[in-house]
């Protein structure tokens, strides 16, 4: 940059106070400054004393300037948003009980990072170094067990929830207390659940009714089985029902409402906001429970079965009307609606829900608990019997209307036909086999299923033929879980996959490389690769599910692979393919791969394949690209899978319809 | 149901003050979940650089998609300008909260944890937002370009292309701003 340029800047004496910043001054302190900072910094000072010769608090001013570029480094570098959190998370910590704990040992629980806050204190992920698995690990804060007596109630409470077993119940792994610099502290280690709440899946979208059937069925399902055993639940909110990706629903917390609740007694009520005394830090999640307590338990009156059955009405309703039934600025007015007022009627809305809907909700929302559903098994029947009237209803609704005499029904599609025959052969053939079914990942409604055929069957044969009916049925049971009623059944897709597994010590290959399941826990440090094989062509992609720095889910890309398959995701039919060798990290713990199997190229796969290169090691860090691909995974995540492990020949058979097959494959070594 | 928070922008942007009344808890819920991972950063010592995980957070509270191009220079001005009001109403009340109630319980370990803690987020929300009125006057481009870049999270491009200048008149007004705001934020 030449001199001449700034001679425009010359005449300083219009400034007659240089003192005062005026947006004139601030311009020529600004062209000065950009100047200067065009040369190199030993040449800077000569151009000052040139540039500002007859005014020397430019020049000050200038200095302060390019004093501060320098010293700025990450000035203003990353958004507000992150300034603001990191202030946040000062009064989080503050807030947090008994402090944070990440990084930090508890028991044999090493504490991963913190999933979360709720009433009942803090909740981490944690590694169980004895079981070598993860567990989600809740810390009680300190307030809640000053009180012995309370601290007892709690753990005889959490000792019956732990021996639930059901599953759409968190299991409770152990419940306990150490010591630590700052006290004991009590703690529960449950099941790590990977999914979402209710609450986030609330706030995302009108959820569909079917879904919502099936989560307030599952749920009624749990509190059936906790009933049984004498425990009530007492604080059923969105908050306490994850969602998992399989469909699975599962509530947490059991009975461990009890440790926040102050001993009260009924005369208690009418003093001033006596259900919400307890927990004065945390105003948010006062209203938050409130919303979802029964008139009795607002009344400080005791609980029981019946008070859960409000709560999962109000959580019902909720899902419906995409809003909750009472709702107030306070906790107080809450309460007086939830006491006083009925809420605003569901066949307001639109579309309106069906009236047995609107019959279920307000019978699980009668004031007086006489007048509710008694168990949650009435309310779980009755649920389940809506759902499967409507989805039969959506059924026959396909059918062309009436002349059905069996000379003149309508054809059933030919795919329909070859799914049902494909469906009625797997049923038959499953069953007996000497194989597994993995529980943990087959489709919830696969129990069901049956029942639902027979009852379809039953009422289907009063419209059309028998045979006609029983194909039909057959593919009423067996077309996706997730599709609309409307859509047509998905073609079945299968593959079959086994690992290659080449153990290792001391960093060397160690004995023949073996065929595997992938279900056996392996050594840290050993390789694998991974074989594929499938009789119909499609793509394939292999992801690494790993945690963000910020602790979201992220993935790695596998496979596709430059080297391999021409670095193609399209693998032709009944060929053989193996991918290339991945480690087991040192580090304990589980690998979790998702096997992604598409009739057509998935673009928002394709898009991310080339970040397989030394540079991103197939990370997916664009927001964009993940949001992308998570979206799909979510969208494939509910397509019903068979997955089968076959022992004697050490490889796992996956069938399931739909155009994207995506399984989870969790890889555990220590 | 509740609306999206882009919803809510929109709506705020074309005049209704209500939108505002119902964003703003919203964002504040958006913001602790930030905080919370951004403590679970901390606590995995991870390399990620930070603006992932803050560029995720914006996507998540605009949904860039729903704007159409039209608007969307008006819509990220009224945007950055609302996130600079929320935080820097949110970090206000944090603290006089803080001071008024002053019944925190810091336990020695957290104290000195907490003081790290605060060099690492140097950045004083409340004294920029005074700075930077002060800058508005002197110069309005630079305080919009802080606005946009700093408060609404945009890229030099995108912020050249919401405002209408150049790429090269972005970065050097922006390298300027910061300095004067740095030199503004030491005294």
Known sequence: MERGQ?????????????????????????????????????????????????????????????????????????????????????????????ENLAGQKIGHYQILSHLGSGGMGDVYLAQDSRLGRRVALKLLPPEFTKDRERVRRFEQEAKAASALNHPNIVTIHEIGQVKTSVGPVHFIAEEYIE????????????????????IAAQS????????????????????????????????????????????????????????????KTQPGTILG?????????????DVDARSDAWSLGVVLYEMVAGRAPFKGMTPTDVIVAIVDREPSPLSLLSPRPPSELERIIAKALAKNRDERYQTAKDMAIDLK???????????????????????????????????????????????????????????????????????VVAILAAVVAISLAASLALWLAWRPRSSTPTAPPAPERQFTYWLTVQQMRDHKEYKEPYQSTGQEPFEAGWK?????????????????????????????????????????????????????????????????????????????LEAVKGLVNPKDLGLISAATQLNAVRDFLAGSAKSKLEIETDNSKAQVNVRGQGDVLVIPLELKHH | MAESITQLLLKWSEGDQSALDQLMPLVYDE????????????????????????????????NQ?????????????????????????????????????????????????????????EIDLIALDEALGRLAVLSPQQSTIVELRFFGGLTIPETASAMGISHATVEREWSAARAWLYSQLSK
């Open chain 2, 65 to 121: 998609h729903q704007v159409t191009w039209e608007n969307r220079a008006q819509f990220f001005g009224l945007a950055s300008k609302l996130m600079r009001n929320l935080l820097v109403d949110y970090i206000r009340q944090r603290r006089a909260a803080k001071r008024g109630g002053g019944d925190y319980n810091l336990s020695l370990t957290f104290a000195d944890k907490a003081a790290r803690q605060q060099s690492q987020s």
């Open chain 1, 385 to 455: 019997n809506l759902k499967h009237r409507l989805e039969l209803d959506a059924a026959l609704a396909r059918i062309p209307k009436p002349e059905n005499t069996p000379e003149n029904a309508p054809e059933i599609p030919p795919e329909v036909v070859d799914a049902a025959r494909a469906a009625r052969y797997r049923t038959d053939e499953l069953v007996p086999r000497q194989t597994s079914v993995r529980a943990s990942l087959a489709s919830p409604a696969a129990k069901p299923a049956l029942s639902r055929v027979r009852r």
């Open chain 1, 6 to 98: 700034s001679l425009a800047l010359q005449p300083i004496e219009q400034v007659s106070n240089p003192k005062i910043m005026t947006p004139e001054r601030y311009q020529q302190v600004n062209e000065v400054f950009h100047e200067a900072l065009n040369l190199e910094t030993e040449r800077r000072a000569a151009f000052l004393d040139w540039a500002c010769a007859s005014d020397p608090q430019l020049r000050v001013e200038v200095e302060a300037m390019l004093n501060s570029h320098d010293a700025a480094g990450s000035f203003l570098a990353a958004p507000a948003v992150e300034a603001a959190a990191g202030e946040i998370m000062t009064d989080e910590h503050a807030r947090s009980a008994p």
């Open chain 1, 289 to 301: 429970t409130a919303a979802y307590m029964s008139p009795e338990q607002a009344r400080g009156l």
């Open chain 1, 528 to 604: 694998f690769k991974l074989n594929f094989i499938s009789p119909q062509s499609g793509s394939l992609y292999i992801l690494n599910e790993t945690l963000t720095s910020g602790g979201a889910i992220t993935y790695r890309v596998l496979f596709p692979f430059p080297s391999i398959n021409n670095g193609s995701a399209q693998i032709p039919a009944n060929q053989p393919i193996q991918t290339g060798r991945y480690d087991l990290t040192e580090r304990q713990g589980a690998e979790k791969l998702l096997l992604i199997w598409a009739a057509q190229p998935a673009p928002e």
């Open chain 1, 195 to 214: 999914g979402l709440t209710l609450r986030r899946r609330i706030k995302q979208e009108k959820i569909p009714l079917l879904e919502t059937l099936e």
């Open chain 2, 31 to 62: 913001l602790r979940q930030l905080a919370r991972s951004y403590l679970r950063r901390h606590a995995h010592n991870h390399t990620m650089q930070p603006t992932v995980l803050v560029n995720e957070a914006y996507l998540r509270l605009v």
């Open chain 1, 220 to 279: 009624a399902n749990a509190l059936q089985v906790a009933h049984a055993a004498g425990i009530v639940h007492r604080d059923i909110k969105p908050d306490n029902i994850m969602l998992r990706p399989d469909g699975f629903v599962k509530i947490l917390d059991f009975g461990l409402a009890k440790l926040t609740e102050p001993k009260r007694s009924p005369a208690d009520f009418n003093t001033e906001s006596p259900t919400v005394a307890y927990n």
